[in-house]
């Protein structure tokens, strides 16, 4: 990551951190609780970035991931007490993690529409399972009574019952997951990844095991998820199956197409967009879904490469038709370069 993009990061979370201490009509427990859910949602968006936009594997069971984290949260909380946020935390993240490996075990050997038919099947599968059995509270879903304690050494660190908290624990777990998103594009693993995504024939010819390199990106993908499905359940205090259904994937999907496929920036770009369109619209009616679809298909049309390509290209300076070159130049260049010999004179 270049340094001006790593100070731009920086000087935007920043800003982002100063949400809660803002004054009213800013800075009201409404907003700061919205503010939560943006993020959240942006670290689902990034999750899914990561397999769409620079693996090329477009997954329409996503959300499996992001639910099965939140239901673990709300499997394991004790009744009556605060869990361990540390061991939820984990338990939730390597959940997902696992899932997303037998999964992709299963699906990674599919290409194009038939990955993307296999991987709604599954998360399908895994909603059934959760909307089914009475133990995970069937189609009514189940509440989650007391919110995780994070402590070390016997003192708490933070309390998540307190929106402004929780609202600055979302945002480290934002900045954490741009961090490893962007240490992993670096990587050796980063740049196979793009590579299988433009040409996995050459990768393999070359001696890559595309297989295991888009397998750990699934993987990795799944985990992510995982860690906005324990921030979604922290949050909100209730799980039900839609959490798991290919809604959710596609509400996913469709932030990152309309921030921007392949971009970091995008996925976050997008989330923000499309949570606080849904909010606005919900407001102004019942049938809202119109409204949010009539804007996507006009951003997209108007931005083909969403909106953080489309703000990329207003930072541009507009270029002019190129400069003509001095004589002088123009006259070495001609005595620098030979006549090409016409091919009636070359075969004779």
Known sequence: MKASSLLAWIVALAVLALLPVLPEPVGTPFHV??????????????????????????????????????????????????????????????CAALLALLIGLLVMRTRGIYFIMVTLAFGQLVYFVFHDVEAFGGSDGTYIYNKPAFTLAGRALVDLDQAPQFYWFTLAGLALTLAVLGLVLRSRLGHALVGIKHNEPRMRAAGYNTLAYKLASFTLGGALAGLAGFLYATQHGYVNPELVSWHQSGNALLMIILGGLGSLAGAVIGAFAFVLLAEWFQDLTKHWQLLMGGFIILAVAWMPQGLAGGFSRLRMPRRGRPRALPPAATAAGDEASPTPTPATEQTT
């Not at 693996?55 to 069971?61: H, M």
């Not at 991931?65 to 061991?87: D, H, I, K, Q, S």
């Open 33 to 94: 609780e919205l503010g939560a859910k943006v993020l959240i949602m942006a670290i689902f968006a990034l999750s899914l970035q990561l397999l769409v936009g620079y693996t090329g594997l477009v997954s329409l069971g996503h959300a499996a991931y992001f639910g099965a984290a939140a239901y673990a949260v709300a499997m394991l909380t004790p009744r009556y007490e605060a869990g361990n946020g540390w061991l939820l935390l984990l338990a939730a993240v390597g």
